[in-house]
């Protein structure tokens, strides 16, 4: 097999967990995001509109847009990086490519901290995505003008073992889930 292929083969173990994970979730599965973001307040940061079964971090990102700005991902093309794009609960909202709703309205920023979807995650903080490289170029934008911090946001059930990286997939620095909180040393 190569390296598609297992990726492919990763990403369905991945979404089967999540759905598994998404159907049995309670209420407060955003409780730990939350209380990550209170140590950021007025940090610029990007949250995500979830799809499909991705886990909520809506309650989190409104908590944080009473105390500084919070934008979600807005994608451009195929190849390009993300555009962040200004967000307030309760705002108007258009569809967006892959279902994900965007602001009506573009009033576009950059993020200091991103919060970031994923399929998997590892012990070591790699990231499986779904496999367009948004978030991997979007990051590693950002980190060449700042230092960025990528809040991996998952279900405890998304943790795989050798998952299939390569050298252009941006590492995260934490991963928050419905019950815990793991940081990650980079040099």
Request: hydrophobic content about 45%.
């Amino acid at each position: 097999m190569d390296l598609s292929e297992i990726k492919a083969v990763a990403r369905k173990a991945g979404f089967a967990r999540r759905k598994q994970a998404f159907d049995a979730a309670g209420p407060g599965q955003s409780a730990h995001l939350s209380e990550v973001l209170a140590g950021y307040r007025g940090v610029p940061l990007s949250g995500f509109m979830p799809i499909r079964t991705e886990i909520n971090p809506l309650p989190a990102m409104a908590e944080a847009a009473a105390h500084g700005p919070v934008c979600v991902p807005v994608i451009q093309g195929a190849g390009r990086p993300l555009e962040f794009s200004r967000w307030e609960p309760d705002m108007a909202l258009r569809e967006g490519p892959f279902g994900a709703k965007v602001p009506e309205v573009d009033d576009f920023i950059d993020p200091e901290i991103v919060i970031v979807p994923l399929v998997a995650f590892d012990a070591n903080g790699g990231r499986l995505g779904y496999g367009g490289g948004f978030y991997d170029r979007t990051l590693e934008r950002l980190r060449a003008r700042r230092a960025t911090l990528a809040i991996g946001f998952a279900f405890d059930a998304q943790e795989a073992e050798n998952l299939p990286l390569e050298a252009t997939d941006q590492p995260l620095d934490m991963i928050v889930t419905e019950s815990g909180i793991r940081e990650f040393l980079r040099s």
